[in-house]
């Protein structure tokens, strides 16, 4: 199957800095990706979509101006909480949803291996 | 919010078929049944999809009722590493919502 990866896998940081995560189709073109955060015991849940070269779109209750998404190239897309705070710390994935083929678009969403965020 | 309802656990025999329901009444025509599974602090797990026509790969069957309301993941044979949560998802492509999910616990 494709292959979605996410850097880092885990990372630690200090309240108040901000922390760039990275979301990579590896074998595919990928028109649309998606972030999600996941706390223990809990389901995914949705927090944006973003196309390629446009705006993300955020579900309400997401700050956009706090959780940056930038979606510049086919093949990557990147996550940054900006100040983060403890109550960030959590398990974010993203997937993406391989592109066009042959004139239709895509209907197979590969995930990522997810990234702990542990904001101290 | 999610559009489906599935049950909050299920077990299973080792080596044993594994059937997990979905309920998705409200299915629109154009959203697609996908199924993922999710294994402890990873990501989600492609498994299978369908649109209306039962679908088969190597890891899993899925059964779709002809009115769309609900399917079937069979997982024919189900092994320890099939111990999971299992997830089933109605979707146009446009966004995938998670609901609760099913957790699957194969017993030897």
């Known amino acids: 199957g494709a292959v979605v990866s996410q850097h880092p896998s885990w990372v630690i940081c200090k309240s108040g800095t901000s922390v760039k995560i990275e979301c990579r189709s590896l074998?595919?073109?990928?028109?649309?990706m998606f972030w999600y955060r996941q706390f223990p015991k809990q389901s995914l849940m949705l927090m944006a979509t973003?196309?390629?070269?446009?705006?993300?779109?955020?579900e309400q209750g997401v700050e956009k101006d706090k959780f940056l998404i930038n979606h510049a190239s086919l093949t990557l897309s990147t996550l940054t909480v900006t100040s983060a705070h403890p109550e960030d710390s959590s398990f974010y994935i993203c997937?993406?949803?391989?592109?066009?083929?042959?004139?239709?678009?895509?209907?197979?969403?590969?995930f990522g291996e997810g990234s702990w965020l542990t904001v101290v | 919010d999610a559009k489906t309802t599935q049950p909050p656990s299920m077990d299973c025999a080792e080596g044993r078929a594994a059937n997990l329901p979905c309920n998705h009444s409200?299915?629109?025509?154009?959203?697609?049944v996908y199924w993922y599974r999710q294994i402890h602090s990873q990501g989600p797990q492609y498994i299978i999809h369908?649109?209306?026509n039962n679908e088969t790969n190597e890891m899993a069957s899925l059964i779709i009722t002809e009115d769309r309301k609900s399917s079937t993941l069979i997982l024919p044979h189900a092994t320890l590493r099939d111990t999971a949560v299992y997830y089933c998802?109605?979707?146009?492509?446009?966004?995938?919502?998670f609901g609760a999910g099913t957790r699957l616990t194969v017993k030897p």
């Open positions: 369908g649109l209306k």
């Open positions: 997937s993406a949803r391989d592109g066009v083929r042959g004139g239709v678009p895509g209907n197979t969403i590969y």
């Open positions: 409200t299915i629109s025509g154009n959203e697609y």
């Open positions: 074998d595919f073109q990928a028109t649309t």
């Open positions: 998802i109605v979707s146009n492509n446009n966004d995938m919502r």
């Open positions: 973003s196309n390629e070269g446009s705006k993300a779109t955020y």
